[in-house]
Every structure is written in structure tokens, then in C-alpha cells.
């Protein structure tokens, strides 16, 4: 009897420990899975509006600058708005990131502005929608749904030209990937920034991104894009580098000041900049050229193809999304990072560090072979 009240009590502990966990991964699915469903007729949409070669481009550079103004007035500015330090009973300082009030706050206002923003982009194109068109396919659709999937699957994937694209931008974005998930470390750790700081330098990148998604238009223009796109990756190389010069390279001390001025905060936030400056160009860029190929399909074989188009392209970049985060994840924990640790050793925060700065030319140079 002792032991059926054992095995009771320790199901109903599994269950509320991993309660949260499982919770957790159900959600993060759900929200996913809606995003995707929103976000490739949005795509598909961007393809629709600009039949223009340099257009569509400008379109997409236009998007995503959008986009990082949004990010930095919620993510960089986030350090700020969200996660201002708090004090101790003994008059220490407690590190915002470590107050669990500020991420709820920070929830309900990201909650409120994305639904408003999903609304307002809904309203506004709807007018663009070809109600006919829409209304033919779900006839299609429920007469041969698996049929039309399996033709979908096989039209993308028989693209050669699809796959040059999606391998160059998944090499690029899994780079992307993983230094913005790293270098969140290293603020904190190897350059040790205040939350001014941090907002300042994370800033600083968005900024850099917004740039140079405003400017690919005209870049490629000048340059045409596959010149704009090896342009990118030496800017976002060359900003790498650069970190990897400097600090680690033993130039400046990660808290060097001129009377008291900051220089090594400045100087981090300038070549962070150049890195995501690059990756501003590139991700646009990329979803371009998938338009231009949608184009190239519809006028070989007379169908619509935007749809299908952006869905493999959002299944592409949601699986090196995917791949990246699981692989910081094991990259932390191979050079010794532990969670909720305190302080980190010395040589687990110089790792950190190096992988942050070395990463994204490494994987950029493997990118520019395959571009």
C-alpha cells in the first residue's frame, strides 16, 4: 500500500515538474504553426504585388527595414522598456534578465502590439486578394488536397535553381542564427554591457540591418544582385573579423575607456553594425530572388506558383531557424556555459566570445561558394 502511494505521489510530481515544459512546447507549436499559416500568403503576397524585377526587390528591402524598426523599438529598446535592473534587500544590483515580473510585462505589450499589427496588414491587403481565384482553389482543394500537395513538393524541389537560392540563404541565415543567439552571452558576459549598453549595441545592429535592407533596392540597381549579394557577405564578414581583431585579438579591452568615455562599446557597436548591415541585405535579397524564380515557373508552365514558392521557402528558413537554436544549445554547453549560473569560468566566457565573432565569417565564406 506504502509503495501504490509512492508511485502516486511521484506521477503527480513528474507531472508538475514538466507540466510548464510540456506546456511550454504545445504552445510554442500552436504559435508557430499560425505564423506559418500567416506568413506564407504574406510572402506569396509580396510576390503578387511587384511583377517588376527590381521592384519585387525593393519590396522585400522595404519589408524587412519595416521590420527591424519594429525590432528595435521592442527588442533593442527592450533592454531598456522591459528589463531595467532591480535592487537587492542589501543594496546590490539584480540583473533585469533575472526578474521574472519584467518578462510579463514584456509579454502582455509584445501580445497586444502583434495583433494589432497582424490586424492592421490584414485590412490593408485584402483588397489585393482575387476573390475568384481563392474560391476555384478551395473547390480544387477539397476535390485533391494530398494530390495538390505532393504536386506542390515535387514542383519546388525539382528546381535546381531553388536549391542553389535555399542553400545559400540557409548557410547564411544559420549563421544569423547563431551569432544573435551567442553574442546575447557575450554582452553580458565577455563585454560585460549595462542594459544601456546593450540597448545601444543591440540597437546599433538593428539599425545596421534596417540600412541595409533600405538600400538594397538601389544596390541592385547598380550592382545587380548577385554583385550586391558577395558585397553583403564581405561587409558582414568584415564586421566579424573585425570584433575578432580587436577583442579577442587582444587590441582593446572589452572595458576600455578614454575619460571615461566607452570607446570599447563604440567600437563593438560600429563593427556589429557592419555585420548585420550585411545580413540586412542578404535576407531580403534572397526572398527576391525566390519571387524572381515563382516568376520564372509561371511563365514556363502557366500556373500560379507564388504560394508554393513561399511555403518552401518558409519551410527552409523555419528549418534553419530550427537547426540553429538546437545548435547554440549544444555550442554553450560544449565550451562549458552553465544555466543560471552566476558567474561563468574565464575560459567558457573567452569561448563565448570567439565563437560569436568567428562563426558568422566562417559561415558566410561557406555561403559565398555556394552563391
Known sequence: MLSNYLNISNLCLFFIVYYEFFGLIVINIL??????????????????MCTNYDDRTSLQGVRFGFNMIV??????????????????????????TKIMSNFHNMGIVLTIATILLVLFCVFTTYKYADKHAVEELAKEGEKSFIKAFIHDLKDIFSDKLMWFVMVFFAIAHFSMVIVAQVQMFTYVDYMQFTQAEKSFVHGGGMIGFMIGSLILGKAVKRFDKKKTGYRAMLVSSAGGLLLLAVFTGGLLDPQAEIGGFSIAVVAFGIFQMMWWGGCGVLVPLATAMIGD???????????????????????FSKATLALGLFCTGVILQSVGYVSGQETQSSETIDNVALITFITGPILMAVSFLVY
Open 293 to 315: 524564380l515563382s516568376e520564372v515557373k509561371k511563365w514556363q508552365m502557366g500556373e500560379v506558383t507564388e504560394g508554393r514558392y513561399a511555403a518552401g521557402f518558409s519551410f
Open 31 to 48: 504559435v508557430k504553426t499560425a505564423f506559418t499559416v500567416f506568413v506564407v500568403p504574406y510572402t506569396a503576397l509580396g510576390f503578387e
Open 71 to 96: 525590432n528595435f523599438v521592442f527588442g533593442a529598446l527592450g533592454w531598456v522598456l522591459f528589463f531595467k535592473d532591480g535592487v537587492a534587500e542589501d543594496g546590490s544590483r539584480i540583473d533585469g
